[in-house]
């Protein structure tokens, strides 16, 4: 009996690689899962890694009428994953009647395009407004209130202290999500965002008489520890906080009312929920320069300890320069908070920031706009040819969509390393034990890097083994040398780009990097299929990527 299942457990081990967790009865297809394995974490998608290169539609763009124009744009940009809009207005046009028709349609669209879906729930908030609640409750403001401002004035944003509106959208949220688990056995839906860019724009926080009685109340316990505030227990917002005590307040009072909406939602189906942020500067994001109350990168604590049932708070980028951009990731790359960028900008300058999310982990990455409905450029609109505005998007897509299952599985096994260019440092080194991979942006053949004329590079390495390694890139330069002290890494780099093979002086011994084999072919089914063997004036000065769709597996030597 015991070598029986002692055989069942090694083919289990076999047949789910990492687990059983998420598995469903009755249904080959386990439920989508966030997993976290030596500080880094994965979007398990049947049950191993999974990359969502994503791309999301305009906000009016899930109506029978405008979906076949989303379709052929995401087509085009190899992207795995649409994300898309349900509309709470439309969901529940009469009060606790729901109308399940545009949730179904997505879902069997999306199917016969074979792509998944992240599913967006335009509630309570909207980018900060209430303007996708049902008109049952926008002509009752008395009811379902509104914020507040200091001179006592209504502003066009939800209060997060109306019971009514948050009793109202957990039911609806709650039928939505008890639908998507009885129409989505397939699991065609990955994620659920939970509200929109919450936070109120125009006022810290609501002004009204219940907020400010809560105000001037003890902070609760929970967001004291949060916050590391436990002295302060039993004072007031103000006494604790000072000057950031508006929006600190604020966004307790938002994120306690998304937390609950969120936990009866995964009550009736677990899916991974995130909520996404309007940003404030990093650098300088002073009090009413950006939306107050969601979850912002000053207040993810506080986000984490009011919604526990959220899985992931999730930066929407549009700061784009370098600086910014590098930093917003950073910050929302924590050991509690897996990366995702649900939102960001598709021009070509912001293109190569996913492989900079890449270097942090990132378990998804979604331009936002990426379909060819009505909008405000016109070069968008016409489906299946060279597009200024996907182009960006689909060149990385299209470089990575065949193998990102690799790529998501040697990111969660911590064995990948990607960046992207940034401004006046035309090199950058990554380091993998005995081996180092120098990446170089602007360089040619005999010269020294000097950075692209506009900040465009971006590079990828994996290591498969001790001695071989996954390449690719845009516009960049890829060497190895041997690793030695960072003295002698000084020295090698005068030599990396003159020619000379790239070396290092270790315990007294010059060593030098050989190429044992430069492959360059394609992932099909997570195998490498090699097409040729590059050599010569392909390999003699480094590997060059330029914009073509190139990976390569390089095995290297030390004489």
């Given at each position: 009996m015991m070598k029986m299942k002692t055989f069942a457990a090694a083919i289990v081990a076999a047949l789910f690689p990492f687990g059983l967790a998420g598995y469903s009865q009755g249904t080959a297809h386990p439920i989508p899962s966030i997993a976290q394995q030596n500080g880094r974490y994965a979007l398990m998608v049947d049950g191993a890694p999974f990359l969502m290169l994503g791309a999301q539609a305009n906000n009016s763009s899930d109506w029978p009428a405008t979906l076949p124009k989303v379709w052929p744009a995401i087509e085009y940009l190899h992207a795995n994953t649409l994300e898309i809009p349900i509309y709470w207005e439309q969901f529940e046009p009469r009060q606790g009647q729901f109308d399940y028709s545009q949730i179904d349609s997505v879902l069997a669209q999306?199917?016969?395009?074979?792509?998944?879906?992240?599913?967006?729930?335009?509630?309570?908030?909207?980018?900060?407004?209430?303007?996708?609640?049902?008109?049952?409750?926008?002509?009752?403001?008395?009811?379902?209130?509104?914020?507040?401002?200091?001179?006592?004035?209504?502003?066009?944003?939800?209060?997060?202290?109306?019971?009514?509106?948050?009793?109202?959208?957990?039911?609806?949220?709650?039928?939505?999500?008890?639908?998507?688990?009885?129409?989505?056995?397939?699991?065609?839906?990955?994620?659920?965002?939970v509200e929109n860019e919450t936070g109120t724009w125009g006022t810290p926080r609501d002004y009204s008489a219940e907020a400010n009685k809560l105000f001037t109340a003890a902070v609760p316990d929970d967001v004291l520890k949060a916050m590391n505030k436990t002295d302060a227990k039993g004072e007031g917002w103000a006494e604790v906080f000072g000057p950031d005590a508006d929006v600190y307040f604020h966004a307790w009072a938002i994120a306690r009312y998304v937390g609950q909406i969120a936990l009866a939602g995964k009550a009736v189906y677990p899916l991974p929920l995130y909520v996404n942020a309007a940003l404030r500067n990093p650098f300088k994001g002073e009090p009413g320069t950006y939306e107050s109350g969601g979850p912002t990168d000053n207040v993810l604590s506080i986000w984490k300890a009011e919604a526990p049932a959220i899985d992931v708070l999730a930066p929407d980028i549009y700061l784009l320069d370098t600086q910014s951009y590098l930093k917003v990731i950073e910050l929302y790359h924590r050991p509690d908070n897996a990366l995702f960028i649900p939102e960001t900008a598709g021009t070509p300058r912001a293109a190569r920031f996913l492989f900079a999310a890449l270097g942090m982990q990132t378990i998804g990455y979604s331009p936002f706009g990426l379909d060819y409905t009505?909008?405000?450029?016109?070069?968008?609109?016409?489906?299946?040819?060279?597009?200024?505005?996907?182009?960006?998007?689909?060149?990385?897509?299209?470089?990575?969509?065949?193998?990102?299952?690799?790529?998501?599985?040697?990111?969660?096994?911590?064995?990948?390393?990607?960046?992207?260019?940034?401004?006046?440092?035309?090199?950058?080194?990554?380091?993998?034990?005995?081996?180092?991979?120098?990446?170089?942006?602007?360089?040619?053949?005999?010269?020294?890097?000097?950075?692209?004329?506009?900040?465009?590079?971006?590079?990828?390495?994996?290591?498969?083994?001790?001695?071989?390694?996954l390449v690719t890139g845009f516009n960049c330069r890829v060497d190895f040398r041997?690793?030695?002290?960072?003295?002698?890494?000084?020295?090698?780099?005068?030599?990396?780009?003159?020619?000379?093979?790239?070396?290092?002086?270790?315990?007294?011994?010059?060593?030098?990097?050989?190429?044992?084999?430069?492959?360059?072919?394609?992932?099909?089914?997570?195998?490498?299929?090699?097409?040729?063997i590059l050599n010569g004036d392909q390999t003699d000065w480094g590997l060059d990527f330029g914009s073509d769709s190139e990976v390569l597996r390089v095995s290297l030597a030390r004489y």
């Open positions: 999306a199917r016969a395009h074979n792509v998944h879906l992240v599913l967006l729930w335009f509630g309570t908030w909207k980018n900060g407004s209430q303007h996708y609640m049902p008109e049952w409750m926008k002509l009752d403001p008395e009811k379902y209130a509104h914020v507040v401002n200091k001179n006592g004035e209504r502003v066009d944003s939800p209060s997060p202290l109306a019971r009514p509106s948050l009793d109202a959208d957990i039911r609806a949220f709650t039928a939505f999500m008890r639908h998507l688990k009885a129409a989505d056995p397939e699991r065609t839906v990955l994620m659920v965002q009505r909008t405000n450029h016109p070069e968008r609109m016409v489906p299946n040819e060279p597009n200024a505005f996907l182009d960006p998007t689909a060149q990385n897509y299209k470089l990575l969509s065949p193998m990102m299952r690799d790529v998501a599985r040697l990111n969660f096994e911590g064995k990948l390393q990607a960046v992207a260019e940034v401004e006046d440092q035309p090199r950058q080194t990554l380091h993998f034990g005995s081996w180092d991979a120098v990446v170089s942006f602007g360089v040619g053949r005999g010269g020294a890097a000097k950075g692209n004329a506009e900040p465009i590079g971006r590079a990828l390495v994996a290591q498969l083994s001790d001695n071989q390694f041997p690793a030695g002290t960072a003295q002698q890494q000084k020295t090698q780099e005068i030599v990396v780009g003159t020619g000379q093979t790239p070396s290092a002086l270790i315990d007294g011994n010059w060593q030098h990097r050989q190429f044992l084999r430069v492959e360059e072919g394609a992932y099909e089914n997570g195998v490498f299929k090699s097409h040729r």
